[in-house]
């Protein structure tokens, strides 16, 4: 699937439009780079319209999805090399289907607890954020 074949109600829910940075597109999901520079944070957004529980894919997408986290997965692996990687699909505050993918590390702001409500986000500087993206991307390549 690709954005021209994306179904037409689906859009990026606007609080994860206002929170990330594009990165990627796969073949189910939008790839999308949390704007906290305290951690390596990655979301994958499946392009499917009213998905809000992993059970509202159907089989095929759920494989899809399963290869895209794992391609996340690797490349937060290749780029950072972290001690910890989280996989997580809350959407407690966000309702549309979204899978965080985080690095984590011994020494990071909220090791060993769960990142969320630990610290203020740190948004990227302009410039960090592209060589972040564009390390990702080549790791992605």
Same mark, same amino acid.
């Given at each position: 699937?690709?954005?021209?074949?994306?179904?037409?109600?689906?859009?990026?829910?606007?609080?994860?439009?206002?929170?990330?940075?594009?990165?990627?597109?796969?073949?189910?999901?939008?790839?999308?780079?949390?704007?906290?520079?305290?951690?390596?944070?990655? &979301?994958?957004?499946?392009?499917?319209?009213?998905?809000?529980?992993?059970?509202?894919?159907?089989?095929?997408?759920?494989?899809?999805?399963?290869?895209?986290?794992?391609?996340?997965?690797?490349?937060?692996?290749?780029?950072?090399?972290?001690?910890?990687?989280?996989?997580?699909?809350?959407?407690?505050?966000?309702?549309?289907?979204?899978?965080?993918? &985080?690095?984590?590390?011994?020494?990071? &702001?909220?090791?060993?607890?769960?990142?969320?409500?630990?610290?203020?986000?740190?948004?990227?500087?302009?410039?960090?954020?592209?060589?972040?993206?564009?390390?990702?991307?080549?790791?992605?390549?």
């Amino acid at each position: 699937m690709n954005r021209s074949t994306a179904p037409t109600g689906w859009h990026l829910h606007p609080q994860l439009g206002e929170d990330t940075h594009p990165v990627a597109h796969f073949p189910l999901s939008d790839l999308q780079l949390m704007d906290d520079a305290n951690h390596p944070w990655l &979301i994958l957004v499946p392009r499917v319209e009213n998905a809000v529980e992993w059970v509202d894919l159907n089989e095929q997408q759920q494989a899809e999805l399963t290869r895209e986290i794992s391609r996340a997965c690797r490349a937060l692996q290749a780029v950072f090399q972290p001690h910890k990687l989280n996989v997580a699909a809350l959407g407690n505050v966000v309702p549309q289907l979204h899978i965080h993918v &985080i690095a984590r590390f011994r020494e990071d &702001i909220a090791w060993p607890r769960p990142v969320w409500g630990m610290a203020t986000a740190q948004p990227y500087s302009p410039e960090e954020l592209v060589r972040r993206i564009e390390r990702l991307r080549t790791a992605l390549a």
